[in-house]
């Protein structure tokens, strides 16, 4: 039976804390404001007897909760983590969802990104929690969807996140013939309800998650870039396809290292973005901390 682990992370929302498991627990997103409302979801009933807890979310591969003012999740979190690994792991029901038909109504879209060589399909469901990278079709071992398109020959890189799926192709490879083609096969591979990322992606990915946040302890320079990231850039880039991910900041230097993913990678207006997007916000709101702004691999 599936092990369940829980890795607890922070909101913008300090009411507001979220209970990641290390695989999916629903395929809808549900939220409920008190117990009668949550009568298909026997976990939301049972966190409804702890008196502090307001609302309950339900989405994905995570749990996120509100708060009454009468704790403060820094005391109860630990508490609330356990009690959650030992639901799921008892084998309990999350939410009683209706059953589907094995085709599912799934409906992709192909968008263009800034980057020419990047384009972005998008779908009408969340696809996976996390996001997932693979530069070529042995690190896609556990990504069925991801091997299937690269046995399309002009398929370079394939970038998953949230509900859509950025694909990068080679020069020799047209758009207009190559984008129909992905299109159809994604929408395929959706509708047939496969697995995207296999449960084995997912919890080394959040495991690994984890240990990132016990063995680096943040600044409060590093958590200002973070929170201006997560709420400001991470959105932006997501619409054209791509991903930021914070590496590190130098003090001594000012400089913030970031990761660019997807279609932010290798894209020609990236440094334009970087220099007079990024870097001029972080300067704006941190002042003299931030003198500049550093893509490792771009």
Same mark, same amino acid.
């Given at each position: 039976?599936?092990?369940?682990?829980?890795?607890?992370?922070?909101?913008?929302?300090?009411?507001?804390?979220?209970?990641?498991?290390?695989?999916?627990?629903?395929?809808?997103?549900?939220? $409920? *404001?008190? &117990?009668?409302? !949550? @009568?298909? +979801?026997? /976990? =939301?009933?049972?966190?409804?007897?702890? %008196? #502090?807890?307001?609302?309950?979310?339900?989405?994905?591969?995570?749990?996120?909760?509100?708060?009454?003012?009468?704790?403060?999740?820094?005391?109860?979190?630990?508490?609330?983590?356990?009690?959650?690994?030992?639901?799921?792991?008892?084998?309990?029901?999350?939410?009683?969802?209706?059953?589907?038909?094995?085709?599912?109504?799934?409906?992709?879209?192909?968008?263009?990104?800034?980057?020419?060589?990047?384009?972005?399909?998008?779908?009408?469901?969340?696809?996976?929690?996390?996001?997932?990278? $693979? *530069?070529? &079709?042995?690190? !896609? @071992?556990? +990504?069925? /969807? =991801?091997?299937?398109?690269?046995?399309? %020959? #002009?398929?370079?890189?394939?970038?998953?996140?949230?509900?859509?799926?950025?694909?990068?192709?080679?020069?020799?490879?047209?758009?207009?013939?190559?984008?129909?083609?992905?299109?159809?096969?994604?929408?395929?591979?959706?509708?047939?309800?496969?697995?995207?990322?296999?449960?084995?992606?997912?919890?080394?990915?959040?495991?690994?998650?984890?240990?990132?946040?016990?063995?680096?302890?943040?600044?409060?320079?590093?958590?200002?870039?973070?929170?201006?990231?997560?709420?400001?850039?991470?959105?932006?880039?997501?619409?054209?396809?791509?991903?930021?991910?914070?590496?590190?900041?130098?003090?001594?230097?000012?400089?913030?290292?970031?990761?660019?993913?997807?279609?932010?990678?290798?894209?020609?207006?990236?440094?334009?973005?970087?220099?007079?997007?990024?870097?001029?916000?972080?300067?704006?709101?941190?002042?003299?901390?931030?003198?500049?702004?550093?893509?490792?691999?771009?």
């Amino acid at each position: 039976m599936k092990e369940y682990h829980i890795t607890v992370v922070a909101t913008n929302n300090p009411t507001i804390l979220k209970f990641e498991a290390n695989d999916f627990l629903v395929k809808g997103s549900y939220e $409920f *404001k008190n &117990i009668d409302e !949550a @009568k298909d +979801s026997p /976990l =939301a009933q049972q966190l409804f007897y702890l %008196p #502090f807890i307001k609302t309950v979310y339900i989405s994905g591969n995570f749990i996120a909760l509100e708060r009454f003012d009468i704790v403060d999740w820094k005391d109860v979190k630990d508490e609330v983590a356990q009690q959650l690994v030992e639901y799921l792991n008892a084998g309990e029901p999350v939410v009683n969802e209706p059953e589907t038909s094995k085709k599912q109504a799934i409906t992709v879209y192909g968008e263009v990104t800034p980057n020419p060589a990047v384009m972005k399909f998008v779908a009408n469901k969340r696809i996976v929690p996390a996001t997932f990278e $693979f *530069k070529n &079709i042995d690190e !896609a @071992k556990d +990504s069925q /969807l =991801a091997k299937e398109l690269f046995h399309f %020959p #002009f398929v370079k890189e394939v970038f998953i996140d949230e509900n859509y799926v950025s694909v990068t192709k080679y020069d020799v490879g047209n758009w207009d013939e190559a984008a129909p083609q992905l299109r159809e096969s994604i929408r395929n591979f959706l509708a047939d309800g496969k697995e995207v990322v296999s449960s084995n992606a997912i919890s080394k990915e959040s495991e690994a998650r984890s240990q990132s946040a016990e063995k680096i302890t943040l600044d409060d320079t590093s958590k200002q870039i973070v929170d201006i990231l997560e709420e400001y850039v991470k959105p932006a880039v997501a619409s054209d396809g791509g991903n930021i991910v914070f590496q590190s900041y130098e003090e001594n230097s000012g400089t913030v290292n970031v990761i660019l993913q997807g279609a932010c990678s290798g894209c020609p207006s990236s440094t334009f973005t970087l220099k007079n997007g990024i870097e001029n916000m972080l300067k704006n709101m941190l002042g003299d901390k931030v003198k500049e702004v550093v893509a490792l691999n771009g």
